[in-house]
T-cell receptor, first 113, second 111 residues
Framework: DTAVSQTPKYLVTQMGNDKSIKCEQN?????MYWYKQDSKKFLKIMFS???????INETVPNRFSPKSPDKAHLNLHINSLELGDSAVYFC????????????FGQGTRLTVV | QKEVEQDPGPLSVPEGAIVSLNCTYS??????FMWYRQYSRKGPELLMY????GNKEDGRFTAQVDKSSKYISLFIRDSQPSDSATYLC???????????FGPGTRLSVLP
C-alpha cells in the first residue's frame, strides 16, 4: 500500500494549457507539501498545507494553486503552463509541522512543449 | 551565499569503502537535520534525522552534526552498490519553518 501517491506519473502538455496533479496520503498525516525538482535536481518547497490551511507559500507564480479537499489530499493546479514549468513535482507529507520527517511520493514528471 | 551547500559530485567509490557526505549551512536558526536518499526517477526517502550536535548511528549509517561549525555529515560504512543514489541533506527551523534541501551529492559504489 503506497503511503504517498501522486498521479499522473508523467504529463506532457502544450504551453498555455491548464493541468492538475493529484496527491493522496494514507498515513494520517496533518501536513502535506508540494516540491519542485528542476533539471539540476534542486528540490525546492512550493507549498505546504496543515489541516487544510496554507502555512507556507514560497514565492511561486500565482499560476500555481494548491487545493486540499481534505487532509489526505493536496492537489496542485497549474494555469497557463510555461516552458519553464517543466520539472519533476513531488508531493510529500509529515505528521505535523513540528515534525521534520517527510515522506515523498514518486513524483510527476511534467514536460511543457 | 546559498543557505545550504553540498558538493554535487559525482562521487565514485569501490564497494566496501567508507563514504563521507557533507553539507554546510549559513542559517543558525536551523534546528533539525535530515539526510534523504533519492534513487533515479524516484522520490526522496528519509534515511536519518537528528536535532542535536553529535553523532547518531543507524546500522551502516552515521549522521554527524556540528552546529558551531554549521556542518553536517553522513558516513556510510561498508558501502554497497545498492547505496548508489543521490544523497540530499535537508534542514528545518523550529515549528516547521523554512524546510530547505541541499542540492544533493550523486554517489556511485562500484562492485
Amino acid at each position: 500500500d503506497t503511503a504517498v501517491s501522486q498521479t499522473p506519473k508523467y504529463l506532457v502538455t502544450q504551453m498555455g494549457n491548464d493541468k492538475s496533479i493529484k496527491c493522496e496520503q494514507n498515513l494520517g498525516h496533518d501536513t502535506m507539501y508540494w516540491y519542485k525538482q528542476d533539471s539540476k535536481k534542486f528540490l525546492k518547497i512550493m507549498f505546504s498545507y496543515n489541516n487544510k490551511e496554507l502555512i507556507i507559500n514560497e514565492t511561486v507564480p500565482n499560476r500555481f494553486s494548491p487545493k486540499s479537499p481534505d487532509k489526505a489530499h493536496l492537489n496542485l493546479h497549474i494555469n497557463s503552463l510555461e516552458l519553464g514549468d517543466s520539472a519533476v513535482y513531488f508531493c510529500a507529507s509529515s505528521q505535523d509541522t513540528g515534525r521534520a520527517e517527510a515522506f515523498f511520493g514518486q513524483g510527476t514528471r511534467l514536460t511543457v512543449v | 551565499q546559498k543557505e545550504v551547500e553540498q558538493d554535487p559530485g559525482p562521487l565514485s567509490v569501490p564497494e566496501g569503502a567508507i563514504v563521507s557526505l557533507n553539507c554546510t549551512y549559513s542559517n543558525s536558526a536551523f534546528q533539525y537535520f535530515m539526510w534523504y536518499r533519492q534513487y533515479s526517477r524516484k522520490g526522496p526517502e528519509l534515511l536519518m534525522y537528528t536535532y542535536s550536535s553529535g553523532n547518531k548511528e543507524d546500522g551502516r549509517f552515521t549522521a554527524q552534526v556540528d552546529k558551531s561549525s554549521k556542518y553536517i555529515s553522513l558516513f556510510i560504512r561498508d558501502s554497497q552498490p545498492s547505496d548508489s543514489a543521490t544523497y540530499l541533506c535537508a534542514m528545518i527551523e523550529n515549528y516547521g519553518q523554512n524546510f530547505v534541501f541541499g542540492p544533493g551529492t550523486r554517489l556511485s559504489v562500484l562492485p
